[in-house]
């Protein structure tokens, strides 16, 4: 059968299960925690029979069959033949990772494959009523596994059995990490398919794919529309009303979206809703009859994308009649670019809006994560989570999906202790993972916290030193709390134990990375037997930044506010060579100084000034000083993709228009760090054309 | 004016497939629709449509509870929408105890060869539905009287066979064949008789595969007599109904004295699986005609060829009276066919075959 990933009906179906998906991973987790909840139970099942249903309407056989099997399933739980144990759990949720395989297929237009027999054949084992039945090979109970020096490096067999992954006594790094690829949950769907190599490679299958639409609340759209008119009174009531009224937005916004969707007033639906339009044009009184019931309207994502973009415009726009503000004199010109300049404000807060997620969505998925690692390591955690109800821009909620599986499972892993060794040290069996979000301000903070083993920054230095990533002297005037920054370095986190936080190869480096990308940083702390505790730091949107505008060589760049801790005026001349490195002392603390201006051009030399403009940025824990030559102030930039000749040149984010008309650079501070840290960079010349300059005073 | 239907179903997705099939249909109009049971009975009270359809399966309150509820606060026909698996079946005809007529398939290429045919199907049963009547053990409950034309004419005035000259002592077996209706009809008529009830009774009741092992169950659980699924070699014998299994054709086979059954694959383009033509059909050869057929409330016309051929032999026909059916269809078609010798309301068909045989 022909699957057309655009036909409407589909996409219809998509949403609606999508939305069961997301919603049976929590309860599964749930239920996991409370057996006997009926009204779970009930739901799960319903969940099942709906995305069967309409699978069954679709025809696709292959959903049909395994929601069919894991249906009949929770029929008999919630008619209390059967008991919940950790195989059902185990293998419902390989359903959930099956189904998504199989959500990932339809949306990129194939048939799906039906699922694996033998999770078909584990469904139909539990699908008569019994007892408990044990997973195939019989797992002895986790700590009879041997104990290896770092406990966490073996994880029981037994329990990987069940997952489906090969089971001897020790594993493979390979093994271990398509088992960590497994856990991933939502994104990372490798086929859980035992034996054939998986099809799907363990790249995010879920975020590769375009997002359908996103829903956005009636009041919001409303809002909405009330910004783009520029009038907050007009209440939107009928189609007559508002078509005439919304159309000389047109200049300014795009009103497809706003027309299409006004036809039904505030009960409406978005297009895909064309059934339920048409019933409410036939008989205008079953409007009210459906009120309560569709309050909100679906609008593509691009769509979104595209008033976002025009918004930025907009705000363009409004920084040069700012700017142009101050040269005139006219009053009356003077007053309406205050008020556009209101507008436009509340204009950009209430588009950001509409693009704002719970984080819940990326949050969801993580108590299945710590579950099922937890279980193939034999742990026993409890996943806090709180804050999931805060909003944040919804490029950042699934940009943030995969840094967040990486901290949480190195929390799990890592981190917390296996029950004995906790209970040997007088902790509760049971570890406890953090995982919370709060909005502060302009920026959301995620917190990532384990009462385990925490971090040795002794071991951390001397492994970095082993290494060679460290100079013994520096690492010798390392503080503690920087030396934990230093699991960030690349070559470090690799599994060769430092007996916390060592991950999967590519570990914290990219997390790290990640997270600057989103010009947002990252803290540690941790205690040696309490824990540790990461603190990231994130924008509230990715498309409209407050910048530091600098001048360099004549030209505007922009700097991420963010990222800028204070700005200084030194005098440079009585700065000092360390360790090649150009420093100057900063209320007692060592502040290393980057010219960018040689970023520009290099090997071109910078003569000290007396007074110089630093400023200082920070990227975790580190911080440094960027010499410019001016400062021009605080703008909200637009970020616009660089055009072919700049893309892809490190140090550079994006470019954007200034207040003045002018074009200004951004710079993706994190990587132009990286960039000047490396040599040639460090001081005011090149180190060849000055060989003895790091003696320098 | 178009007939009013109120959709119940908690999936979105679903709902709007109904409504849109629906309203396809200008002689069909969708005024509203409820996600739960709950919402259901109140947006039914509000909207007073003629047809309801509902699903069984959602939160709050299932659709059989509710379909109890408007069954006994405001009744109206009902079209419940079930999966047809084993435990589908179950709670499927629950809710036509309950009170629902009808029922379809949420998954319809299990009842249509496309799925055009199935759009077609379920704008029929809607528009049949809406001209039945509540089923009379639920009509007393009724608070005002519904129907149209087919339902108010008067039974005394339809055409009417002379009675059949074969003695009732010489009949072999009884056969019964129904559609829309007929699980809660076969329960009324089998209730009552006695597990002594001297004849064997076939049973062909249009029905998914799915549906028909737990439908014998539940009726043999209900009956004095045994009911069970017919299958392939089954003897006839006196107390015992066989029921057609759905899906396939049920033949009967005469072996000297003994009657047997033979279960077959449908020939092509058969509507019906089971057929009740194909059934009675074979009971000419088998039974020599030797029976009483008993047509009960369904949709359509199967039956009718079926009951002429065994007529001819001096079969006894039965058919049930417009008034007591959920859908006049398969026993007007015999009645205007000039076959049946006696129309019967359904509560006193059970009555008469007592009255005839014991």
Redo the contacts between chains.
């Keep these: 059968m022909a699957i057309d990933p655009q036909d409407e009906?589909l996409q219809?179906?998509l949403v609606?299960?999508g939305e069961l998906l997301e919603a049976l991973n929590e309860q599964l987790i749930d239920l996991e925690q409370n057996p006997e909840d009926r009204d779970l139970l009930?739901?799960v099942?319903?969940s099942f029979?709906?995305i069967?249903?309409?699978a069954?309407?679709l025809?696709l056989n292959a959903l049909?069959v395994v929601c069919?099997h894991a249906e009949?399933v929770f029929?008999l739980l919630r008619n209390n033949q059967r008991k919940i144990e950790p195989f059902l759990m185990d293998t419902v949720l390989r359903v959930l990772d099956v189904l998504n395989v199989m959500f990932g297929d339809l949306k990129s237009g194939h048939e799906p494959d039906p699922a694996p027999d033998k999770l078909i054949e584990d469904l139909a084992r539990l699908a008569v009523p019994g007892e408990a039945i044990a997973p195939p090979r019989p797992a002895a109970p986790p700590p009879a596994v041997k104990p290896t020096p770092p406990p966490v490096a073996t994880p029981s067999a037994p329990a990987l059995a069940s997952t489906g992954i090969g089971a001897t006594d020790d594993i493979t790094q390979e093994e271990f990490e398509s088992l960590l690829d497994i856990m991933s949950g939502m994104d990372s769907p490798a086929k859980v398919a035992p034996a054939p190599p998986p099809k799907a490679p363990t790249t995010s299958i879920a975020t590769s794919l375009p997002e359908s639409g996103d829903l956005i609340t009636a009041e919001e759209f409303d809002a909405l529309l009330d910004q783009l008119q520029g009038n907050k009174k007009v209440s939107v009531t009928s189609a007559e009303d508002a078509a005439p009224v919304a159309k000389p937005a047109a200049a300014s916004a795009p009103p497809p979206v706003a027309a299409a969707n006004l036809s039904e007033g505030s009960s409406s639906s978005g297009e895909r809703?064309?059934?339920?339009s048409?019933?409410a044009t036939?008989?205008p009184r079953?409007a009210a009859?459906?009120t309560g019931?569709e309050t909100s309207v679906r609008v593509d994502t691009q769509r979104l994308d595209e008033i976002m973009n025009l918004v930025g415009e907009l705000v363009l726009v409004r920084n040069r009649m700012t700017m142009l503000r101050t040269r005139t004199m006219d009053d009356e010109l003077g007053k309406a670019i205050g008020a556009l300049a209101l507008v436009t404000a509340d204009l950009q807060t209430a588009v950001m809006k509409t693009r704002m997620q719970p984080i819940k969505k990326v949050f969801s998925r993580f108590p299945r994560v710590v579950r099922d690692l937890a279980r193939s390591l034999g742990k026993e955690i409890d996943l806090e989570i709180f804050g999931e109800e805060t909003d944040l821009d919804k490029n950042l909620v699934e940009a943030l999906a995969d840094p967040l599986v990486h901290l949480i499972r190195n929390a799990v892993d890592h981190g917390v202790e296996m029950p004995a060794v906790r209970e040997a040290n007088g902790k509760p069996r049971k570890g406890t993972v953090i995982l919370g979000a709060a909005q502060e301000g302009d920026h959301i903070s995620l917190i990532i916290q384990d009462d385990g083993r925490g971090m040795d920054p002794v071991v951390l230095r001397r492994k970095a030193v082993e290494k060679g990533l460290l100079e013994p002297s520096m690492a010798e005037r390392l503080s503690d709390r920087d030396s934990f920054n230093l699991i960030f370095l690349a070559g470090l986190s690799t599994k060769e134990e430092i007996s916390d936080v060592s991950g999967r190869g590519v570990g914290m480096d990219v997390v790290k990375t990640r997270i600057a990308q989103l010009n947002g940083t990252i803290e540690i702390d941790s205690t040696i037997g309490r824990g540790t505790k990461l603190l990231v730091k994130l924008p509230l949107t990715l498309a409209i930044l407050p910048a530091l505008m600098v001048i360099l060589d004549g030209r505007q760049f922009a700097i991420p506010l963010a990222s800028v801790s204070e700005i200084l005026d030194l005098d440079l001349t009585r700065s000092h060579f360390v360790d090649d490195q150009e420093a100057i002392m900063v209320r007692g603390h060592a502040l290393p100084l980057y010219y960018i201006g040689r970023w520009l051009h290099p090997g071109r030399l910078i003569e000290p000034k007396t007074e110089a403009h630093v400023v200082v940025v920070h990227v975790a824990q580190r911080k440094v000083g960027l010499v410019v030559d001016g400062l021009v102030g605080q703008e909200e930039v637009v970020i616009k993709p660089l055009g072919r000749g700049l893309q892809g040149v490190p140090g550079l984010a994006g470019a954007t228009i200034t207040g003045d008309g002018g074009i200004a650079l951004i710079i993706d501070v994190p990587e132009l760090l990286r960039l000047m840290g490396r040599p040639g960079y460090g001081g005011r010349g090149s180190r060849v054309a000055r060989p003895v300059a790091g003696a320098g005073v | 004016m178009a007939l009013r239907v109120v959709v119940v179903d908690d999936s979105g997705f679903f709902r709007r497939r109904i409504v849109e099939i629906l309203n396809a249909d200008i002689g069909i109009e969708v005024v509203g629709t409820a996600v739960n049971g709950l919402e259901g009975i109140e947006v039914v009270k509000r909207l007073d449509p003629d047809v309801v359809t509902m699903d069984i399966e959602m939160p709050v309150m299932d659709g059989i509870t509710a379909v109890r509820r408007i069954m006994a606060e405001s009744p109206r026909p009902v079209l419940m929408f079930s999966t047809l698996t084993t435990e589908g079946a179950k709670a499927t005809l629950d809710a036509l105890d309950a009170g629902a007529m009808d029922f379809m398939p949420k998954r319809f290429s299990e009842i249509a060869k496309d799925e055009d045919a199935a759009k077609v199907m379920l704008r029929r049963r809607v528009r049949a539905l809406a001209r039945s009547r509540v089923p009379h053990v639920m009509r007393s409950m009724a608070t005002r009287e519904r129907g149209s034309a087919a339902s108010e004419m008067d039974t005394a005035a339809l055409p009417r066979a002379p009675v059949s000259s074969t003695p009732l002592h010489s009949l072999r077996a009884v056969l019964i064949g129904t559609s829309t209706g007929g699980p809660v009809a076969l329960q009324e008529v089998l209730k009552g008789l006695p597990k002594n009830f001297p004849l064997p009774i076939i049973l062909v009741q249009h029905m998914p595969a799915s549906f028909t092992p737990a439908f014998a169950q539940r009726l043999n659980n209900l009956c004095e007599i045994g009911v069970r699924e017919a299958a392939s070699g089954d003897v006839l014998q006196p107390g015992c109904a066989l029921l057609a299994p759905g899906g396939q054709q049920m033949i009967l086979e005469g072996a000297g004295a003994q009657t047997r059954i033979r279960i077959q694959d449908s020939p092509p383009g058969t509507i019906y699986k089971p057929s009740v033509d194909i059934t009675f059909q074979s009971a000419v050869a088998a039974l020599k005609g030797q029976v009483l057929a008993v047509v009960l409330t369904g949709m359509g016309a199967d039956g009718r060829e079926g009951t002429r051929a065994l007529r001819e032999l001096g079969a006894h026909v039965w058919a049930q009276d417009a008034a007591s059916c959920v859908v006049f269809g398969m026993p007007a078609a015999v009645i205007e066919a000039g076959l049946a010798d006696h129309i019967l309301a359904l509560k006193d068909v059970g009555p008469a075959l007592i009255k005839s045989f014991c």
């Design positions: 009906i219809d179906f609606e299960a009930n739901a099942f319903r029979h709906t069967k249903g309409g069954g309407f025809n049909v069919h009949d029929n809703d064309d059934a339920a048409s019933t036939k008989t079953n009859a459906n019931a």
